[in-house]
């Protein structure tokens, strides 16, 4: 059964985080924060914990309620707003993936610090070979001593640099590419042997280029069962890609605002643009586009909390494959219609196309998506 309406619940994360970012969240203090070192706000990140957000996807034990549609309300008001605190990397990947497979002493000891916003994860995966391939992992874990001993790199982590904690996969048998004999690992950022290059993205965010040499972690790091970590890494990235799902809806729908209300009042041949027939057909275009990304997300949403792995990978590329579509359709004309201030670095709109770029493209662009889709059908 599909779920069109927002429960209580649901209708009071949106309420809360629209009036967040309208009142809260201003574009100059966002440009600002994502020029610091940290790339965002420590005490916006502690008004996140204290309106409940950092729980949302985790277990009602450590403070935390709500799945994947609830994550992704959230996320559509954060893409409205442009925020660039790290939600998407310590809760939906870092914590999201240690409350389905962390043991319960390593959930006890992070997940609460989490939800009160004193603990930031990051989620190192990604390598410089993996492109989308998800089981592309040669960092290696050894045993060792009663522990283990890491050794590789990680490419591109989302706030890998300001991270307390890192949520590492490493392989400990089979080929490169093989889905067998990876391992997660919990490991404390500034662990010897951990060293990190931390860096702006091309859309205002962070991400941080991780080498480990010689990691030395005990026992009690490993998170799951050793060798059997692929399932639980495909489910992080499939919620991770469903969060950017529900973000792209309200960068979008941001865009199609922004373009409005420009066409309202720059004026050619003494009157607005938005007057101009053709413009105004281009615009439609625009609403269409993000209608048919809201509807199809709206309609497989609830399908990325499902215990069948093909229904919850085929409802992930269904929305990312249409997002992908949606997002180049809106960015675009959004970008031709504003002109050149469309690209200023003192203007929104140019901010709000390169993260919606990057959207499209992280966790599967659409060709990938497509393809995996019709694999699944």
Known sequence: MIDLELSSEQQLIKESADRFVERDYPFNDRRAAAKSEQGFRSEIWKTFAELGWLGLGLPEDVGGFGGAKD?????????????????????????????????????EDVLPALVAGDMLLAFAHGERQSRNDIAAVMTTAKSQGGGYRLDGAKSVVLNGDT??????????????????????????????????????????????EIVFDG???????????????????????????????????????????????????????????????????RMVDMFVALEEARSLTTVYMNDVDSDDRDERRLAVSAMKVQIGKSGRLIGQEAIQLHGGIGMTEEYAAGHYFKRLTIVARLFGDVDWHLERFASLS
Do not use: W
Not at 88 to 99: N, R
Not at 223 to 248: F, K, N, Q, S
């Open 71 to 107: 994550v992704a309300i959230l996320s559509e008001s954060l893409g409205k707003g442009l925020v660039n605190e790290p939600f998407l990397a310590s809760v939906v990947l870092g914590g999201g993936t240690l409350a389905r497979a962390g043991t319960p002493a390593q959930q």
């Open 215 to 281: 990691v030395e972690v005990s026992s009690d790091a490993l998170i799951g069962e050793e060798g059997a970590a692929y399932p639980v890494i495909e489910e992080t990235v499939d919620r991770g890609a469903a969060a950017l799902c529900g973000e792209a809806l309200g960068l979008m729908a941001a865009l199609n605002d922004l373009t409005i209300d420009y066409s309202k009042t720059r004026e050619q041949f003494g009157q607005p643009i938005g007057k101009f027939q053709a413009l105004q057909h």
């Open 163 to 208: 991270a307390d904690r890192l949520v590492v996969s490493a392989r400990m048998a089979g080929g490169e590419r093989d889905e067998d004999g990876l391992s997660l690992f919990l490991v404390d950022a500034d662990a010897a042997g951990v060293s990190r290059r931390g860096y702006a993205t091309n859309d205002g965010s962070r991400a941080a």
